[in-house]
């Protein structure tokens, strides 16, 4: 039986309560990346345990050197294309990672797990590649902590996105009519070319979530972008209500996740709240055709 | 544009459930400050009113849009007006609009293709049109396709096994299965590409008729008809089959967990709200027991291929006769070769875990485009050239079946 899990955040309303930032750890003090935020959880947060009984036979880690194209390489590495997305990602930057060289695991005493990683990754809307190393930490205990990472991106930052998001902003700021688009992509992989930022934005806001969620017995991608709707606001962002579905693959389940996030060329993108939505069983009375 | 995807499932549910939406309105309700949120946000507690909210609520000043069924109207508009609370009409009457839709959509339908000549294989299609592929390919070739149907599905589909067999009696044979998985799209859509690429390379291509004139090939390409027919009309991301497990309100059983291999083993879940629930026991579905039966009285298929998306993997025991470059050669796409449990993860009552230990030596499963971004929604552009790619792969592992029997 699948367990409704909430994670409520600081509620953002127009009065303008200051919101907490918590940043990821990072290697560097990169100062051209703005602080793509999530806010301080309110309640705990539990992991979905879709794989408990699976999880018994993987408890035997694969540790030292790894090979690069098993699972193990494979889902540390979806973890830092995560990260890079938190910290990097734009609706004219969208990172994946294109190939795991080598890698390497070892157990913390008791607090842990660590993996270093040499990848390649790729801005997928350049096609333009880069090598990145990368330092992972899954921590061990009770409840879902994060995992941290340590990894940045040099390369595929000097590519210019400034006046392409300038556009957006400018052109979403200034809308007579709040923008509001649904299933992206649709059933058939389609999307609207002027919708796609908004596909990545979708993404982007994701990354939070399944960086968060992420351990080494999981997988993270973005299934689809349900909803994604502007808000009206006054302050020098533009605010989004989105709804996304997770594809988890080594459970092979379909989370849903509602959230509210902004995001301006400056600020980049902020994850304001978020909410998983309790599993559909069989909800089947309003069909989700698209 | 939002409204109109709602509308849209309205009519849907309106079609399939047989239900009017006569005087139903669609009311915007504005809240203008923090007291007005939290009461309309009460109005979403109160079960008797049945609203049915199309754009929730979320801050002060953004528009909330619900559905008002007309038995309810007057309460509901009398409780907004005591509590000073903006709303305006955004649709007058539902079901008008849903009636009008309907005589739109029976307007725009798609005429189907007369032959397999002209049908669309860069496009995703329904079970009815893959039905209908299939007896147009048999009945423009008669001599070479023959159609078999090996069962029925839980919901009474039948399960369509196409046989492309140049004569002999029970020859050595070659199975291809996509679409066991429903929402794995590019999968079934490869499958029809790859049936009008037998018949057409037949006769043309010497590698494949050398092929042909030894074996015979068995494609099923909509293995899981029920889950199809469900991420068309229902949900997109459905993955199982369509039978429900008693007990429990969630549907379904994986196919690819419920193979009589390893059944029980970790790797499989025993809860059926799971989209890896194993099942109720080996073979308790359908849509696996048919093949199952038919591999059994076959005796004689030598090479078994379940199709899959997405990863980019191709997950065996054994590579024989695999070139590491077939799937790469023609479109640089990469793919990574392995067993599952070193690829993916562990998983039990897998279709090629049972056709392995029946004996077939040559055993894979075929994990298609992508490796995520679009994942099951794979842009319908990329069918054919994933479909080119793979057959390549297909071509190798036939011709090396077909030139080392055993």
């Not at chain 2, 007369?114 to 009815?128: I, M, P, R, V, W």
Request: proline fraction near 5%.
């Amino acid at each position: 039986m699948m367990r409704l899990v909430v994670v409520l955040a600081v509620l953002m309303g127009v009065s303008g309560i200051p919101d907490v930032t918590i940043s990821p750890p990072t290697a560097s003090a990169d100062t051209s990346a703005h602080p793509n935020s999530i806010p301080e959880t309110a309640d705990e947060s539990e992991q979905i345990k879709a794989r408990t009984e699976e999880g018994a036979e993987e408890d035997v880690m694969a540790t030292g050197e790894l090979n690069p194209n098993h699972y193990p390489a494979r889902r540390a590495a979806q973890v830092v294309q995560h990260y890079l997305n938190t910290r990097y990602g734009s609706p004219f930057r969208l990172i994946g990672v294109q190939t795991v060289h080598s890698g390497n695991a070892e157990d913390v005493a008791d607090s842990g797990r660590k993996y270093q990683l040499e990848l390649s990754v790729n801005d997928i809307i350049t096609n333009t590649t880069q090598t990145c190393s990368a330092e992972l930490f899954f921590p061990k205990g009770k409840g879902q902590q994060p995992p941290e990472v340590k990894a940045s991106l040099e390369e595929l930052l000097k590519i210019d996105i400034k006046a392409q998001e300038e556009a957006l902003y400018q052109k979403y700021k200034t809308n007579q009519t709040l923008m509001s688009a649904q299933y992206l992509p649709d059933s058939h992989g389609h999307i609207e070319p002027d919708m796609k930022p908004f596909w990545h934005l979708g993404i982007l806001a994701s990354s939070f979530i399944m960086l968060n969620e992420s351990t080494e017995n999981t997988l993270y991608n973005v299934a689809q972008v349900a909803n994604i709707t502007q808000l009206t606001t006054e302050e020098d962002h533009l605010e989004f209500d989105c709804h996304t579905l997770l594809h988890e693959v080594v459970s092979q389940e379909i989370i849903h996740w509602k959230m509210l996030f902004t995001w301006s060329p400056a600020e980049g993108v902020k994850v304001v709240q978020m909410k998983r939505l309790p599993h559909r069983h069989e909800r089947e009375k309003s069909p989700k055709t698209n | 544009m939002m409204r109109g995807l709602f509308v849209f499932a309205a009519l849907l549910v309106a079609v399939f459930g047989k239900v009017t939406f006569e005087g139903h309105k669609v009311l915007r309700i504005v809240p203008k400050d923090e007291v007005q949120l939290s009461l309309i946000k009460d109005l979403e507690e109160m079960m008797e009113f049945e609203l049915d909210f199309w754009r929730g609520v979320t801050t002060v000043s953004n528009p909330v849009d619900v559905r008002v069924p007309f038995h309810v109207l007057k309460s509901v508009k009398d409780y907004l007006e005591t509590q000073n609370i903006d709303y305006s009409a955004m649709i007058e009457d539902l079901q008008m609009i849903l009636d009008k839709e309907q005589k739109e959509m029976a307007a725009a339908r798609v005429p189907q293709a007369k032959n397999t000549d002209s049908f669309d294989f860069a496009n995703y299609h329904t079970l009815e049109e893959i039905y209908s592929f299939q007896d147009m390919l048999v009945a423009e070739n008669p001599n070479f396709v023959s159609k078999i149907v090996i069962g029925q599905s839980y919901e009474g589909r039948p399960l369509n096994v196409l046989k492309f067999s140049t004569g002999g009696t029970n020859r050595p044979a070659i199975w291809i299965d996509t679409g066991i998985h429903s929402r794995e799209w590019v999968t079934q859509a490869s499958g029809l590409w790859f049936a009008k690429k037998i018949v057409t390379d037949y006769g043309t291509d010497p590698a494949l008729t050398a092929i042909l004139s030894q074996m015979d090939i068995f494609l099923e390409i909509a293995t899981n008809p029920d889950g199809y027919a469900f991420t068309h009309s229902s949900n997109r991301m459905w993955r199982k089959t369509r039978k429900p497990n008693p007990g429990s309100s969630c549907v379904g059983v994986d196919p690819n967990r419920n193979w009589d291999a390893g059944f029980g083993e970790p790797g499989a879940s025993s809860s059926p709200c799971s989209e890896t629930y194993r099942g109720p026991s080996a073979h308790s579905e359908s849509e696996v027991k048919s093949i199952v039966d038919f591999v059994k009285s076959h005796g004689n298929i030598k090479a078994f291929i379940s199709i899959h998306s997405y990863s980019q993997m191709l997950i065996s025991y054994i590579f024989f006769g695999l070139c590491q470059n077939d799937l790469t050669s023609l479109y640089g796409t990469k793919y990574t070769y392995g067993s599952i449990i070193d690829t993916i993860y562990q998983a039990s009552g897998n279709t090629i875990d049972w056709t392995y230990e029946q004996g077939i030596k040559y055993s894979y499963t075929f994990e298609l485009r992508d490796e995520g971004r679009y994942g099951f929604l794979l842009p319908a552009s990329q069918i054919i050239p994933n479909a080119q790619e793979t057959w390549l792969a297909l071509m190798s592992i036939m011709d090396h079946t077909s030139k080392n029997p055993y």
